[in-house]
């Protein structure tokens, strides 16, 4: 396994790590779905196991994946061996009773009880899971103090930024100097971390680095899904009605993946060789974290470890999935 430094920290991370979101389950927020269809503990218990195995030493989660549910799952699947991994988890979608999420004795509630979940007494990486600070940011100051005095008492190694926009990383990394970004990123939407965008900009000036979640895009990358048959996702499932998953979507997408399978090769651990290569093809980005449910899933993922992509394997994704 191949492994890549966070930032100026001394973590190193490595490259095909995973991410839990699929292991919270089916789960609702504020009424809206954020989760998926269920997996069986024992199989993901099994491919988690399985990762280690084979060199994965992070495993990114958050307090809102199954709402606690996915970092009890990933305490119970460690066991012994949790010491010798680098765990990431986040706060900010689950408000509870709070106000807001950020609030500063939500932000060191989440904390404890997230120690407590993951059956550790330190977080190593720990996400402002979005940018929304309130009106004018009014809870970043609090929020963004209480994080550092919980750094300072050791119940957190580094500090994190996940956010969804370009606004949120240029007006809010300055203030809260983390060692991560973390976003969506794929080779169909690489906006944050191509050469020329403002954030790769910010991230070579700050020295930080970029975790990419999302880098299969769910499942597309990878041809799994039949135009003529969309799929269907249960209640909860966050995919849920969708555009990306429909059929006109798909089938945009059906002659672009074919031009990447008639190059690289048409195997499903070709397809994720491509999509999670062509991210660490970026210097920037020390990580994917693509998210698993089953020993297969993981299999197909570590394929990709150490089977770099030359600078015209990437021009030609680029130009493939334009």
């Known amino acids: 396994m191949q492994y890549r430094t966070l930032g100026t920290s001394d973590v190193r991370v490595s490259e095909i790590s995973l991410g839990c979101w699929t292991l919270g389950g089916l789960n609702w927020v504020d009424g809206n779905p954020n989760g998926w269809a269920d997996v069986d503990e024992a199989e993901a218990i099994r491919a988690i ?63 404890e009880q997230s120690l407590k979940n993951l059956r ?38 580094l500090i994190g930024l996940s956010a969804y926009s370009e606004a949120d990383f240029l007006r809010l990394a300055p203030i809260i100097k983390p060692t991560v970004l973390q976003s969506s990123a794929n080779a169909l939407d690489d906006r944050f971390i191509r050469i020329g965008s403002p954030v790769r900009a910010l991230l070579e000036s700050q020295r930080m680095s970029f975790v990419a979640f999302g880098p299969l895009a769910q499942g597309l990358l990878l041809d799994k899904f039949d135009p003529a048959k969309p799929p269907t996702f249960d209640e909860g499932d966050h995919r849920r009605g ?33 999509a999670l290569q062509y991210l660490l093809h970026e210097p920037v980005v020390a990580c994917t974290i693509p998210g698993f449910r089953n020993v297969r899933q993981v299999e197909t993922n570590l394929s990709a470890d150490a089977q770099p992509l030359t600078d015209d394997d990437a021009r030609y994704v680029r130009a493939a999935l334009a």
């Open 49 to 111: 196991n399985l990762a280690q195995d084979r060199g994965v030493n992070h495993f990114d989660n958050a307090d809102v994946y199954g709402n606690g549910r996915a970092e009890r799952l990933l305490a119970k699947a460690l066991g012994a061996r949790s010491g010798s991994a680098i765990i990431a988890s986040k706060l900010g979608h689950f408000r509870g009773t709070a106000e807001h999420a950020y609030d500063p004795l939500h932000v060191r509630h989440q904390c």
């Open 120 to 157: 550790r007494e330190h977080i190593d990486i720990y996400y402002f899971h979005h940018g929304d600070f309130g009106p004018d940011d009014r809870y970043l100051p609090e929020a963004l103090a209480t994080m550092r005095a919980m750094q300072q008492e050791g119940k957190v190694r």
């Open 242 to 274: 969708k555009s990306r998953f429909a059929q006109p979507e798909l089938e945009r997408l059906k002659p672009k993946l074919a031009k990447l399978k008639a190059r690289f090769g048409e195997t499903t651990s070709d397809l994720a060789r491509v």
